[in-house]
């Protein structure tokens, strides 16, 4: 700590969230303008992107990696550990808090420290993002990369069955609307610190000037609830 | 299995629109004398010549599988050695000129056939002839000619339709299967030669297809779009090859105006419906909730195939979102107005 706040985001993981910030939205907007191309329309030149598509999408599952082993061989991962108390009281004290307590200036119930950066609902969301839906995502997106190596029709129930490119694109475009929505989301509930941008400044300078619970008394702080890739 | 009036009918037909050759009636051309004829040109021990070989199944179940050969190859054939050639043999428009009933505008394939590129360059290779054609011979091999709607599927349709191109457009030992199987994509190579060498009326003087038009040099024209294998195997030469949307598959363009958007195909309203599918009933295009479910059947083509209900859901979603996220912080902003 120092009079510029508390120094909690290293310059190298800044740099990897925003990165992953830039590519996660060039995904969204280039894979949103191949599923509804149409002619005319204001989008994007399909080949650009497909291109822009396919190198953010191998870019990303690059940083990808880089988190996972950060987490596996580091200490990052204990933050994403879930404990006895996640669920509740952790996430039903958590979603009151955004439901009432924000309204009546109540002080956030799982205040910024540096052992503890995510409250609950952090934990349980960036989990579920970055142990369950971001794999799945990378993983339909890398088979939907080689769509000449997929069988031709895979059956199910059905007689003739469905192209076999459909039912991973099926799954590819259904995680990526959760994760579009979890991204507005977490953008949403990254002006819910002291002021609409403190959590921002915090994200872009590396040092948290809101108020916090590192050590003493002091009254809690909201903790960055955005940026589910800032802590490794 | 064809009826006997079919049978008779067609026999009629063609009799009715063939020129009446030199005086003499044309003989009629069914059962026994098929039979007399795939004596020999089925591939039995009489001939092991390769290239007079005809597949009588695949013969019977073409279009013309109906019509005896001499329904075609009027005279002159009845022994051996014959007397005539194959190049007396009447091209398709001699018995389906100007019959502009659906679903083959055959006076508009006819014309848009002349108007391609292929009857363009032929006509600058033969200027002061009167009135040279390229043939549909040249991509039909008659034998075999089956429409689209009655090919076994979608995949041999395009798997057909490109090799039509591809007989010329790539060197023969490029191509896969038997020697049979080559057979029947016509036309070969050799008989575009053939024709050259033959001044008779309507006879192509086709110019020597260049190798650079072989297969990989092709695809090597080709290496903008992505996956082009995959490509010719779910959409035909001709999507690209002639003018956008238009339902026509035959009015080839210079290649400086074939298809370069991919939006063209991988959109709602894909060209693919108007020329591939487009003799699939409408009401088969959206189906179970999935857009262009015809084309979904076959293949999946991102931007034109979708899951109508997943789009409706996400996008609901996301509006609600969106909506409660505005609910909310307005809500912040009054609460935080009140307490000061």
């Known amino acids: 700590m120092n009079n510029q706040g508390l120094y909690l985001y290293p310059l190298w993981l800044r740099i990897w969230h925003w990165l992953n910030a830039v590519l996660f939205v060039a995904l969204l907007i280039t894979g949103a303008s191949m599923h509804f191309a149409q002619p005319g329309a204001p989008q994007l030149d399909f080949r650009t992107a497909r291109l822009v598509h396919n190198t953010a999408g191998i870019l990303l599952t690059l940083f990808y990696l880089i988190f996972l082993g950060g987490n596996v061989f580091g200490k990052n991962g204990r933050f994403y550990k879930l404990e006895a108390g996640d669920w509740t009281p952790g996430l039903v004290r958590q979603l009151r808090h955004y439901l009432l307590g924000i309204f009546r200036g109540e002080p956030h119930p799982y205040p910024h420290s540096a052992e503890r950066k995510f409250n609950p609902l952090q934990k349980l969301s960036y989990a579920a993002v970055m142990y369950i839906a971001f794999p799945a995502l990378a993983l339909t997106g890398w088979v939907l990369f080689f769509p000449e190596r997929l069988p031709e029709r895979i059956n199910f129930m059905t007689g003739t069955g469905i192209p076999g490119t459909a039912v991973f694109a099926l799954f590819h475009s259904a995680i990526g609307y959760v994760l579009s929505l979890f991204m507005a989301l977490h953008i949403y509930l990254g002006t819910t610190g002291e002021t609409p941008f403190t959590l921002f400044r915090a994200m872009l300078t590396g040092y948290y000037n809101g108020r916090h619970a590192a050590g003493h008394g002091a009254p809690a702080a909201a903790p960055p609830a955005s940026v589910p890739s800032s802590r490794v | ?340």
């Open chain 2, 1 to 340: 299995m064809r009826s006997f009036a079919t049978v008779a009918i067609g026999v009629a037909l063609a009799t009715a629109c063939l020129p009446a050759a030199s005086g003499q009636p044309p003989p009629s051309g069914t059962g026994d004398q098929a039979a007399a004829c795939m004596d020999c040109h089925a591939g039995s021990e009489k001939s092991k010549r390769g290239d007079i070989e005809i597949d009588p199944a695949r013969y019977g179940a073409s279009t013309h599988g109906a019509i005896g050969c001499t329904g075609c190859h009027m005279e002159g054939f009845s022994e051996y050695p014959h007397k005539a050639t194959r190049q007396e043999a009447p091209d398709c428009t001699l018995c389906h000129g100007g019959d502009s009933s659906q679903p083959y505008d055959r006076a508009r394939i006819e014309s848009d056939v002349k108007q391609s590129i292929h009857a363009r360059l032929l006509r600058r290779l033969e200027a002061g002839r009167s009135d040279p054609v390229f043939k549909c011979t040249n991509c039909h091999y008659p034998h075999y000619f089956l429409p689209v709607r009655k090919m076994a599927s979608i995949e041999v349709a395009v798997r057909i339709g490109n090799e039509t191109c591809m007989a010329c457009h790539a060197r023969p030992d490029e191509l896969e299967g038997t020697d049979q199987e080559r057979k029947g994509r016509a036309p070969r190579r050799q008989a575009v030669e053939e024709h050259r060498s033959v001044p008779a009326a309507g006879a192509v003087r086709f110019a020597r297809v260049p190798q650079e038009y072989a297969w990989k040099q092709l695809a090597s024209k080709h290496v903008w779009i992505p996956m082009w294998e995959l490509h010719t195997k779910a959409a035909r030469c001709v999507e690209c090859h002639t003018p956008g949307k238009e339902e026509t598959i035959h009015k080839i363009l210079p290649s400086a105006q074939a298809q370069k958007d991919c939006v063209a195909c991988h959109s709602r309203d894909s060209l693919l419906l108007h020329k591939l599918y487009r003799h699939i009933a409408k009401e088969e295009w959206d189906k179970g909730g999935i857009v262009n479910a015809i084309i979904f059947n076959n293949a999946y083509l991102i931007g034109a195939t979708k899951f109508a209900w997943l789009d409706w859901l996400s996008v609901r979603l996301f509006g609600l979102a969106l909506a409660a996220v505005f609910v909310h912080s307005a809500g912040r902003v009054v609460a935080k107005n009140r307490r000061r």
